[in-house]
């Protein structure tokens, strides 16, 4: 059964026109057919190469849902990403594990966790959305799934990835927690746990001519973690959620710290509210702050969008941007603005 046709009960449409307000001053978007001014943002500066591919649905007039999943699998499959995909660094015992998620208008939403040997986890999610009753697979189950599903088995740890990782190991200092005197996070191959070297996800949003939202969130994970650890990339409402009659919300950087403030989701219902999609973020990163001061320490940004297509982000520490693409410029990348 198609999960999805049995769970929607009408198209949902909105009658409001988009404005470009909310970043770098960019120049206004030429509205499509259907009256609307598509856009497209996500995390990162690989997010520049991904809102391309995500265009390319958005402009010829496609649902935002194909174009986040067309998106993000651009740097799933980029050997030279470290933190997506079928490039990703193992865990501290050499396996590749992909997390992700994703989520429409209408409220529904899929994800796989702890997933290996499929190299575009995105897009089992999305079968997990359309094709079963559950949102979420994991581990054993979700390869399973994808098998049956058809999705090819691969060898997900690249030479690259694997030199990387015995290098790690000759100094490795990241021991089970058990054993440990102090619980730390691995700054992986940066210095900073969750920074650009290690920042373990692309978070994309997207909103089509008809006015309707969709999110993906895909990564595999922080470097080096303890194996079957889980961030807030495939936890709907951490690292990714979208309410169509507010704006969607993506995460990035330490996934533990964004699952114990429910990051995504604060920022859409800030945004409901009224806060702009900027003010949004920055009060959810203000809350990690204040309720666990050490993770200024970390990093954690978040990025938003509303239903208008304005769009604003806010990182704990500097070095955080974000991509934004539409009809009148599809390279911009933006510095996040941050606390510290």
């Known amino acids: 059964m198609d999960r999805r046709r049995f769970l929607q009960g009408a198209t949902i449409a909105s009658g409001m026109a988009l404005t470009t307000q909310g970043f770098a001053k960019a120049v206004p978007a030429a509205p499509a057919a259907g009256g609307m001014v598509p856009r497209v943002v996500s995390t990162w500066d690989f997010g520049v190469a991904a809102n391309q591919a ?3 649905v958005l402009s010829a007039g496609g649902r935002s849902l194909d174009a986040v999943e067309q998106g993000v699998r651009v740097p799933e499959a980029d050997l030279r990403n470290h933190s997506v995909g079928k490039g990703g660094y193992p865990d501290r015992d050499g396996k590749v594990t992909l997390d992700a998620s994703i989520m429409d208008e209408h409220g529904n939403c899929g994800a796989v966790a702890a997933m290996e040997h499929i190299a575009h986890p995105i897009s089992v999610a999305r079968r997990v959305m359309e094709r079963t009753p559950h949102v979420l697979l994991v581990g054993d189950g979700a390869l399973q799934f994808a098998l049956e599903q058809g999705f090819p088995r691969e060898e997900l740890l690249t030479p690259d990835a694997d030199k990387a990782w015995h ?3 000759k100094t490795a200092k990241y021991k089970p927690v058990a054993n440990s005197e ?3 996070y691995n700054a992986g191959p940066g210095g900073t746990p969750g920074d650009a ?5 692309i978070g994309m949003l997207a909103i089509d001519a008809k006015g309707n ?3 993906a969130c895909t990564t595999s994970g922080m470097a080096w973690k303890l194996h079957g650890r889980v961030g807030d990339s495939p936890i709907i409402g951490a690292g990714l959620y979208v309410d169509n009659e507010v704006g969607g919300a993506t995460s990035t950087g330490v996934g533990e710290e964004v ?3 429910v990051g995504s989701f604060l920022v859409v219902e800030l945004m409901r509210q009224g806060r702009s999609p900027e003010d949004a973020c920055r009060e959810a990163v203000e809350r990690i702050i204040r309720r666990k001061p050490d993770a200024r320490d970390l990093q954690v940004g978040f990025l938003a969008m509303d239903t208008k297509g304005n769009v604003g982000a806010w990182a704990i520490q500097k070095g955080f941007s974000y991509a934004v693409c539409d009809a009148a410029k599809q390279d911009t990348l933006i510095p996040g603005k941050s606390s510290y």
Do not use: F, M, P, Q
Request: net charge positive; no cysteine; glycine share 4%.
């Open 54 to 56: 995500a265009w390319k």
């Open 167 to 169: 290098e790690w190991l």
């Open 182 to 184: 102090v619980k730390t």
């Open 197 to 201: 070297t290690n920042h373990d996800t």
């Open 213 to 215: 939202l969709s999110g």
């Open 259 to 261: 699952i114990r403030n």
